[in-house]
């Protein structure tokens, strides 16, 4: 585990001990690092959406809601990623000559 890694996982852990709200501001504010950062490198996102997860009472209708909406948003850039990989292949056959 990477030094940030471990920075990140430690500043959760404390976080969620004191019963203050895990979010991505205060834990990059806290390690040093910015919010980007956190959202880009899967594995600290990870590290702090685990945290967020467990300080939310697990099924609670606010709870289902909220990871509901991320599933919703995480599918929707999947699906803009597969819409923009099938335009680059049309694209590229377009131009490749025909065989």
């Known amino acids: 585990m990477s ?3 471990a920075a990140v996982e430690a500043v959760c ?3 969620s001990a004191h019963g203050a709200t895990v979010t991505f501001a205060a834990v990059a504010e806290r390690v040093g690092v910015s919010k980007a950062t ?3 490198r899967a594995e600290l996102r990870a590290v702090v959406e685990e945290h967020r997860l467990r300080s939310r ?3 609670s209708l606010a709870g289902i809601v909220v990871e509901l909406d991320h599933l919703r948003q995480g599918l929707e850039a999947v699906a ?3 819409r ?4 680059e292949i049309r694209k590229l056959r377009r131009r490749s000559p025909e065989r």
């Open 84 to 87: 923009r990989h099938e335009e």
């Open 13 to 15: 852990a404390e976080l």
């Open 3 to 5: 030094d940030v890694a």
């Open 57 to 59: 009472e697990p099924y």
């Open 80 to 82: 803009a990623k597969v």
């Open 38 to 40: 956190l959202y880009r």
